[in-house]
Every structure is written in structure tokens, then in C-alpha cells.
């Protein structure tokens, strides 16, 4: 799956359904159902997960519950996702998954001092870099950069220490980079070096999305086409095609993508949720709400 085989991925996951289905085999074919874009049948495969766990084994049912979570998230479904993040907090208190992701959610209803202390709680136990790349943005929505800065200079140097113990955190690093608009020619080369290892669409996406940052977008295009072949419904694809787009010029195909992400989760992102709705505005010729400064073609303000 990881690496991107996913009919072989499919058959052996349809092999381990067919041998013992469980939460092992549920939650697997729920992640699968969802690349390919079916997320109402995800959900109801990580609902048969959860129902297969137990509390007796804390651990992979409070994951599968913030799997389930991930899933009502990513359609917008705020309720449902904290519902199920709340239970996930609750079998397993010091799940850091649960906390981040609950973090998230708060971040997503502008409950910002709830967000920030579950982040906080989140990256005491677990630093991972995305979880850190999390508060600080959050910090900076808030106006405290220097914070923020610190967060952002701990990602640098988790990743610094992974790559002394030779854990690989490409992705997520590339990701960072070039979300954050920091050491792009960097970002490009750990996204060209996690394709090398592996195919899978988010490593296309990550490509596609560090490419443009360094105004390939020809490239970028190709790129974002294959993280997006398989039909998979995710806002933050979506707004990486979309700003791709805009910067090629289609500005009909950026509009398209930028709706589409908003529609399926007005929450995608802190931050770049904000980017995607002033860009939007912009394409479809209607004054902005907010005001300020437009969107360039690399989804700037």
C-alpha cells in the first residue's frame, strides 16, 4: 500500500478479509476504500473495525477510532470526527494521535486556546513532525511568530536526528518546506528522494506540491495528475491541484479543484483553507469578504 502497488495491496488485503475479518483486516480495506475515493464505504469498514476492538487491548482500537475519526474529518463531518477522536482520548489518554486530531478540530471551530492545549499535550508525549508543524501554525494564526518559529525550527531538527538514526521522515519534511515557503530546493529534493523509494499518490502529491513551489509547473502538473489517478477524495489534493493549476494558467481547472476541496471540507487546513476561499473569490471575479491583499500564482496572500 505505502509503496503505491495497490492492486497487490488489494489482493492481499481481500485475502486477509477472507481468512479473518477483524479490525486488523477492516481498518486496512476502510484505508483502501478510501484512496480510491469511496468514503462512505470507508466509514462503514473503520465502524466495523471499532466494533471488532475492545478496551482490553487499548491501543489499536483507540487508533481505529481516530481512523474512523479521520475519515468523518476529511468530508467535513466535524461532529462525528470529534465524536469519535473523544472516545479514542478516552480507551487510551495518552494516545498523542487522539490529541493532535483533537487539536485539529478545535483549530477547525476557532476554539484556539482548547486547540493549543491539546497540541501541547500531543507533542509532550509523541513530537512527530507534522503534530509540531500543527502547533506551529497555530501559534502563528495567533500571532506569536517567535513561538511559532521555535516549533518550526524543532521540525528541522527531528528530522535532523531521524536521519542520524536513518528513520526517514522525507515526506513530512518536504511537506513542511514547502508548505512553510522554507529551503524549497530542499523540499524538491526529499520529495524526488521518497519517489525513489516508493510510488504511492501522496508521494506523487508531495512532489507535485514542492515542484510548484519552485515554479515547475509543467512538471508539478504531471506529477499531481498521479496522486490523483485513483480518484481519491481529498480536500488538500484538491487545493495542491488547484493552486498547481492557477499557476499554469488554467484558471477554470484551478476554480474546479479549489471548489471541490472546499465542498468536501471547508476545514481542510489551519491555514491553507484561508489560501483556497481568497483565491476562489478571486477566480470567480466576486469582491472579497475579508479584503486585503489577493492571491499570486503560488497561493501567497
Not at 477472507?18 to 469498514?45: F, I, N, T, V
Request: aromatic letters at 10%.
Amino acid at each position: 500500500m505505502e509503496l503505491g502497488a495497490y492492486e497487490r495491496a488489494a489482493a492481499a488485503f481481500q485475502k486477509m478479509l477472507d481468512l479473518q475479518p477483524g479490525l486488523a483486516s477492516y481498518s486496512r480495506a476502510a484505508y483502501l476504500r478510501e484512496l480510491y475515493g469511496d468514503l462512505p464505504g470507508a466509514a462503514e469498514l473503520m465502524t466495523l473495525a471499532v466494533r471488532a476492538g475492545s478496551p482490553r487491548d487499548p491501543e489499536p482500537f483507540a487508533w481505529c477510532l481516530v481512523q474512523l475519526g479521520n475519515v468523518y474529518f476529511n468530508q467535513g463531518q466535524l461532529e462525528e470526527a470529534e465524536a469519535a477522536y473523544q472516545q479514542g482520548w478516552a480507551v487510551f489518554p495518552q494516545y498523542y494521535q487522539a490529541l493532535a486530531a483533537l487539536g485539529r478540530v478545535r483549530g477547525a471551530q476557532q476554539r484556539y486556546a482548547e486547540a493549543l492545549a491539546f497540541y501541547q499535550q500531543a507533542v509532550a508525549i509523541v513530537p512527530t513532525p507534522d503534530t509540531v508543524a500543527a502547533l506551529g501554525d497555530l501559534l502563528a494564526l495567533l500571532g506569536k511568530a517567535d513561538e511559532a518559529e521555535k516549533q518550526y525550527t524543532l521540525v528541522e531538527y527531528i528530522e535532523h536526528v531521524n536521519e542520524i538514526n536513518q528513520v526517514a521522515y522525507n515526506r513530512q519534511l518536504a511537506l513542511f518546506y514547502a508548505d512553510h515557503d522554507r529551503q524549497l530546493s530542499e523540499a524538491l529534493t526529499l520529495a524526488e528522494a521518497e519517489l525513489r523509494r516508493r510510488h504511492d499518490i501522496y508521494t506523487y502529491d508531495t512532489l507535485a506540491w514542492a515542484l510548484g513551489k519552485n515554479g515547475r509547473y509543467p512538471d508539478a502538473w504531471k506529477a499531481m495528475e498521479q496522486a490523483l489517478h485513483l480518484g481519491t477524495r481529498d480536500a488538500l489534493l484538491f487545493f495542491h491541484a488547484g493552486i498547481i493549476a492557477h499557476g499554469l494558467g488554467k484558471r477554470e481547472q484551478a476554480r474546479d479543484y479549489l471548489h471541490q476541496a472546499l465542498t468536501l471540507n471547508p476545514h481542510f487546513h489551519l491555514v491553507q483553507t484561508e489560501v483556497a476561499k481568497r483565491l476562489l473569490t478571486e477566480l470567480e471575479g466576486r469582491p472579497s469578504l475579508a479584503g486585503g491583499a489577493g492571491v499570486n500564482q503560488d497561493g501567497h496572500s
